[in-house]
């Protein structure tokens, strides 16, 4: 279950740009290459979940397209099944990858059954009549989906998340050891992407399939994916991006997620693996108590530019009490005086009170 | 997931990859019978009989009945059979190629091209008049038209063409073409500027359109082009369907974009070409019957709709042709003005009432 599908050697990408006519008679070439990421050494196995984060503009896409054989890469060598890409035609690469991409695609007239046969197109002969076996991979495809209950509505009649699955049934249906996404579950709402991941987790681990998804959705990659990519941001001075590739725990552990993402206002959560808006406290704050209550308490104090610590000790404090149907926030201000409160919205507006006066 | 999906089988069946035949089969006899209407159809009302008679060259009673109907009905039927099947199957390719609602076989400028073509003969001849006339009688002399059209379309065509192979994006593609549309359109008026009124008027005839002037070894010609124009187009069906899901999905299912619009562009260049060289500009059909066939087939697999688009494109002709001999009187119509003067309502009526139109784009 382990194969090493794809791999990179010392991979270079980004674009050949032409100079300017000046800068051209002094160097001699009228081209000079912009690196996007380079000395990039990727493998990518057999039933493995990848996720390929990053900042915008670290390159992301540049990637996907070197990988996928669309764009030139501008040193190093790409291999898919010990073959070097760049010396595959079209058609090979086509039944060695398939690609689900954020273009939106115009087939409203289209059912679902026929645009997910339209995979099949490196395999049918030149009118692209469906063989038997090309319907079973077309029909499996749909069903391991599971968009079988609309699989003869129009395109126009789904929802975007139904839309996004059909387009992954489509790359299935192309048959590939190996499958990219770039930013599948953009525009998803929360259970629609969460189902994508899952989707994508179980082609994987099931089919074997080697999924490759660039995506923004820290905290559902962390949960699902078996390995991350990570690029960094590239240098002010365009020097180009690092690029680290591990199991998501250990580049929490290690700090290098946090690096990639560091910027002013952000700070990264290494308990809860996911980032929090900083807010510059202004005064400290103790807490006493426990469980989703001291949580969510804990959250709306930061938010309100406290710093929270936890312990009855600071003559400045709140202590929750009760649980469940009969909970209590209680403040002491620190003067003497203690304000019982009987949910969180009335606890934040006397705090603020007290702040104002 | 899948397992329920499996247990419901029964309820959501596989959906079939099939045309609607029977609809086809409709379209199919519509064809035929306006064929023949065609030929009944007249300023002279020759019986159906008498029709039927000719056609299986039997002759009938009346001796100036099978000159109408051998010498100038059945080529001008046959012509429109022809002109709409391949003006329409263009407009479809164009579309899908553009992926714009609004392409048509005009759309790259090769109709502008075949009018410069025709306009420069008519400047060079001085008066076009004596051209014009020997075209009318329907002699060999047209050639020189027919000629000079399809040079014009040819040469914006390979215009077109060196810029579409410099150029990756079909959107900018279809942006210069129209362009070069417009400059060729300009050079136009720059001639009929200078250029005396009956001139003017001889070409002015010419831009309304005529099946009736293809004649003899020309009909031979243009349904040898088209023929190949149309082969041409059937083959791509395929990659065209491949299109639909936009240029990088094609290019990641191993097709070559590059490959597949240059074939697209050569075959609308034979098919509208050919047809404006030898009756004309004829508006309206290349866009108006792609849009009527998918709403009317319901679907965008183009192994469906181009049957359905030749079928439907020749009785649209047929229907227009028609219209345009006003039967019962001695006046002709022009065709062009015919086409979107019938055409345009009954098209927005078709989409208005079935609604999917717009969602062939979106």
Redo the contacts between chains.
Sequence with gaps: MNSALLQTRDLEIGYRIRRPASAAATHGRRYMDRVVAGHLSLTLRQGELVCLLGPNGSGKSTLMRTLAGVQKALGGQVTLEDREISRMSPKEMARKLSLVLTDRVATGNLNVYALVALGRYPYTGWMGRLSEKDEEVVRHAIESTGIRRFASRHISDLSDGERQKVMIARALAQDTPVIMLDEPTAHLDLPNRIEVMRLLKELARKQGKAVVMSTHELDLALQAADRIWLMGAPGRDGTPADMVSGMPEELVLDGRLEGAFKRNGFEFDRHSGSFRIHHEPEETIGLVGDGAEAYWTRRALERKGFRVVSGPDIPFRVEIRGREDERAWTYVDGRGGVHDCCDICSLIDALEQRRGA | ??V???A??GA????R?TLRLPLVMVLLALVVLFFLLDLVLGSVRIPLSSVVSILMGNGSDIEAWDKIVTYIRLPKAVTAVLAGAALSVSGLQMQTLF?NPLAGPSVLGISAGASLGVAMVMLASGSAANAFAIRQLGLGGSWLIVISATLGAACVLLVVLAIAVRIKDNIVLLIVGIMVGNITVSLISIWQYFSEPEEIQDYLIWTFGSLGGVLGNQLWVLAAVIGIGLLVSF?A??SL??M???E??A??????TFYVRVTVIAATSLLAGSVTGFCGPIGFIGIAVPHLT?SIL????H?FLMPGVCLMGALVMLVCDIIAQMPGSQTTLPINAVTALIGSPVVIWVIMKNR?L?????
């Design positions: 997931m899948s329920d999906d499996t419901s089988g959501h069946p596989w959906p990859l992926r083959a069906s395929k369907n491949v639909l899901l936009g990088n999905y290019r990641s299912l191993g097709m070559s998918r319901d679907t965008s697999d192994r999917n717009k969602s062939s784009f979106s």
